[in-house]
Structures are given as C-alpha cells and as structure tokens.
C-alpha cells in the first residue's frame, strides 16, 4: 500500500511534528550547548539511523520503515562539538529525487501505479535501520541486502559495501554483535526461496567476512535480531511467516504478506560461535519480539537471555500507523528473561523482569555476551497512551530489580539509549540520546550521567534541525 499525505485537519499527536516534513540535512556544524557542559572523557563519535523522509511528491509510505534512511553523526572532539547529517544516498533515494515521487516497494509498500511499473521498480534498500562503526567507515545497515559505506567524518555516502563476501542483494542485518574481547562481528541474513535459509556471518574487525554458514529453515520467517551469549549466537523464530506468493506477482508488500500463526510456536536455535553450526533446535511458547537486550552463559550451564517480548505481531500495525500520526493499535511490550539449556535448546524458564511497555535493550558495549549488571531501554513514561511514541530512557539494574528513569518533562520525545564509556574513567559512562522537543519543534542531544538517569543530564546540545526519531545508533571511541 501506499498512503496519501496526512490532511491537516486532521489531529495529529505532537511527536508526528517530527515526521510531518522531510527532514532537513545539514553540513557539519558547531553545535551549541544549551546546558551544563561536555564531559571531559567522552570523546568520540555518536552516530544514529532511521527513516527521515516518509513522502515525496504528493505520496506518503505504507509504513514507518519504508522511509528514506538518514544518518546523524555527532563528534565529541576538543575543542568544539560538532554534528552532520545526511541522507544515505541509495540508488533508490536518487531515482525518486529525479523523478519527485516515490517509485519503488518496500517493506509496507508496493510500487505505484500499473503491474509493469512495479515490474520496472523493485524493493529499495532504504539503509535506513541501524549503523556499525569501522575504523576506516561508516555502514548504514537495512536487513534486505547490502550495507551502505559511508565516511566517517562527512557522512558522504560511499556505495554499497560487500564486505568482501557478500553477494548482490545478499541480507546483512542491523543488528551485528561485536564481541568485546577479539573485535569479531557476528551478523545473519534470511534468504527466501524454496525453503529460507537462516545466512550466518563472521567478520573480523574491519568488517572483512571470515566465515559463512547458511542452515536450513522450514519455514519463510522474518527474523529482525539475535543474541550472542558467551560461546553461542541465539536465535527465537517467532511463529511470522511469509506467504511469497503474493509478494512474487507484486499483489502485495513485503508486510501484508507476514501471517502470524501461534500454532507454530516459537523456534530456538542455538548455533556454536566457532563452527557457525546449530547445537540444538527446539520449540517453545509463542511471541513477539524486536529486540534483544544481551545474552550469557551462567555457572550451571545455562544461556540467559533479556527481550523486549510482545505477546502477538500488533506491533507491526502500531509501526505503521506511526507513519500517519494516527496510532490506535495498543501493543506493549516488556523486559523478559529467559533461560535456555544450550546441548537442548529448550527452554528452561522464563518471566517478566519488567512489567513496563519498553523497547530498544541494550547493555554498555563492554559487556555484549557476557553476564551484566544493568539494562538501558527505552520507555513509555507511566502516564503516557500506550500508542505514544517512546518519551523516556531507562536503566534496569538486575540485581535489586530496581529502575531509574530519566525525567525529560512534557512533549519530549527520546530516541534509544546510547552508552558510551568515558575515556579517562572506566567505571564511568554516559547514556547519549536525542530528544525531540514538539513544543519547540526542536531536536537536542542529551547527556545523562548512566548512573544517575533520573538527575538532570549534564550536558543538552542544540541541532540545527529537526532529526526524527529513529531507529538504532552506536558509539564510536576515538
């Protein structure tokens, strides 16, 4: 499907203010700071993704995802701060740019106009979901094909990168899991045919690919991320599958083609780190989920997993009215903790650590597979609508199940939690997100002491425009 441009009478709630136009890049500035000060030891690079422009021309996407990927880039050096931010330009993004309107499918799209056209124009890589920082470049990632390089300083996209493995429209996803210790990056890809096959990737630090293993499916599922626990890499395949029929003859988008069927359950497979070979498959409950938080290997033996858990798929219509301003579909989601016997693959016990609508979990970079003490998440505030955009950060500490948020006052909006480790001190770290004030029709960077969220954030820097929230962002040490 392809929407119409919102009408203006219409009410929108204040964060569509961020989506209501294309946003505006701009080149590398100064950026000014509106309270407190930058810490001393953080230094190093912000980068975030998400869609950016969701119409052009008189024609607005099918769904959150299918906007066009913009990539913002903020760098902690002395003795200034500054910001750049740019569109990814994809070779779908320049035919549409030329053409004034929007021409190719996408996740919750099909092409406009007649069947030959949908023929002429197939999906485009939006590059537009999450990015991996290498020491020589930038990738934009979108889990349907290829990276995009970019540079690290300008954000001047480069091209597509194969990673010197990956074949044209290979899947790379967005969500890679960099091992803290040996620098090495672990990443998957599905790949749709007679029967899926689940694409498994080992890169070393430079991104170069050293291993693949492709293992069959038996089913045509869409899998968004994993979690790497000590010596595994985990995957939940939740009961979504594809039905490619409609897709092939372009009837369809890519997301009205996804049947949700909880008689099948959820699939788990665990695969050895080393060999990239499954261990054990199994099935358990069915559920949702986006994203996870981390996984580890505990002292009996077994891997122990934290997910951003939904009951069913409403969540995908909640993502695609997000487009419109109009959200009426009610999907929460919380913190669940899981425990699965590796040589089995079944699943020994799970329950909610969280019973707060959350999404985006994430652990300090330093501890990716290994045991940690503290989750960061993005939050609904208590009193928010359960079809309100995220409006707060958080940090779950698993010991004492206590929680502390962050307090960004009214009409604020917070993109996923960032953790960056402060340079000088290792038991310090910062939690950068990006704030979308509606009020102002503004867009900041904050700062939070990553002990202390719920105090006032040390620093507050001013961007030159509107960055809309987005998806998924990392931190790059200089």
Avoid at 64 to 85: C, I, K, N, Q, S
Avoid at 136 to 145: I, M, N, P, T, Y
Avoid at 327 to 349: D, F, H, M
Avoid at 435 to 463: M, Q, T, Y
Wanted: a negative charge; charged letters at 20%; aromatic letters at 10%.
């Amino acid at each position: 499907m392809i929407a119409t441009a919102p009408n203006p009478q219409q009410t929108q709630p204040s964060w569509f203010r961020a989506f209501a136009q294309p946003a505006q890049e701009f080149a590398p500035t100064a950026l000014s700071v509106l309270s407190g000060a930058v810490p001393s030891g953080l230094r190093g690079s912000l980068y975030r993704n998400g869609p950016a422009r969701l119409e052009r021309g008189s024609r607005r996407v099918g769904h959150w995802f299918d906007g066009d990927g913009a990539v913002l880039g903020v760098h902690f050096t002395e003795p200034e701060t500054t910001g750049v931010y740019r569109y990814v330009q994809t070779s779908g993004y320049q035919a549409e740019a030329e053409a004034g309107t929007l021409l190719h499918s996408n996740y919750g799209m099909v092409s406009p106009g007649p069947l030959w056209n949908r023929l002429k124009y197939g999906p485009k890589n939006a590059a537009n979901t999450s990015v991996l920082a290498l020491s020589d470049r930038l990738l934009a990632l979108w889990e349907g094909g290829q990276p995009h390089a970019l540079d690290l300083t300008t954000l001047e996209t480069r091209g597509l990168e194969n990673l010197e493995g990956l074949e044209p429209q290979q899947a790379y996803s967005a969500h890679p899991k960099r091992d803290p210790q040996t620098g090495d990056i672990y990443n998957f890809g599905v790949s749709y045919g007679r029967q899926g096959k689940l694409l498994l990737y080992r890169c070393d630090r430079t991104g170069k690919i050293q291993q693949q293993n492709a293992v069959p499916l038996d089913r045509l599922p869409m899998i968004h991320d994993f979690v790497m626990a000590g010596p595994y890499l985990v995957f939940f395949i939740s009961p979504l599958s594809l039905n490619p029929l409609p897709l092939i003859a372009h009837l369809k988008s890519y997301s009205d083609c996804l049947r949700w069927q909880p008689e099948l359950g959820t699939q788990i497979l665990v695969i050895d780190r080393q060999t990239l070979e499954v261990v054990s498959r199994s099935e358990a409950e069915p559920w949702y989920q986006w994203h996870f938080g981390n996984g580890y290997l505990n002292k009996q033996g077994l891997i122990v997993v934290d997910v951003a858990r939904y009951p069913n798929f409403q969540t995908n219509q909640f993502l695609q009215e997000v487009a419109t301003g109009q959200t009426q579909t009610a999907a929460p989601s919380e913190l669940w903790r899981i425990y699965v016997n590796p040589k089995t693959g079944k699943l020994e016990e799970t329950y909610p650590v969280l019973e707060r609508d959350c999404e985006f979990p994430m652990v300090s970079p330093q501890d990716v597979g290994q045991a940690a003490r503290y989750t960061y998440l993005s939050l609904r505030q208590q009193n928010a609508p359960r079809t309100d955009l995220f409006n707060t950060v958080g940090r779950f500490d698993h010991q004492t199940s206590n929680l502390i948020e962050a307090d960004l006052g009214a009409h604020r909006y917070a993109t996923e939690p960032i953790y960056a480790p402060d340079q000088q001190n290792p038991k310090q770290g910062w939690i950068l997100t990006v704030v979308f004030d509606s009020d102002l029709n503004k867009s900041e960077v904050w700062i939070f002491d990553s002990a202390h969220l719920n105090s006032d954030p040390v620093c507050r820097l001013g961007l030159p425009s509107v960055v809309p929230m987005g998806f998924h962002g990392t931190w790059r040490a200089d």
